[in-house]
């Protein structure tokens, strides 16, 4: 179970339609976000944990596992060498995610480094 939700870490754009443009779009899963929201998430979380450039960062999204919640979660894992991953998370869907979320996800007890 954990280890399934993790896999879905590893590229969210694999199902981007635009690399098989002649494919059925509706057989495929659409995009979660654009790369460059993705991108602007981690550049944010980078600055604000003032992260050095081996640290690796991972965005994902899932839905809520709370039932009944339509909302989504944002998840970044920030991944080093020195240190366990930590994961924080944001009950919103990677496009809502602004800077002021990131850092008060940042902040929170709940993603705290382990
Ligand atoms: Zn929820």
Known sequence: MEERRMN???????????DNPLGNPFSRQRP?????TIEAIKLWTR???????????????FGCSKPGCPRNMTTILV???SAPTRKISIHKSITDVCESDVQEAVLDPRNAAP
């Open 8 to 18: 879905s870490f590893d590229n969210p754009y694999r199902e981007n339609p635009l």
């Open 32 to 36: 979660v976000a654009p790369p460059e």
């Open 47 to 61: 600055q604000i944990l003032a992260l050095s450039e081996d640290t690796a960062l991972s965005v994902g999204q």
């Open 79 to 81: 991944m080093s060498e």
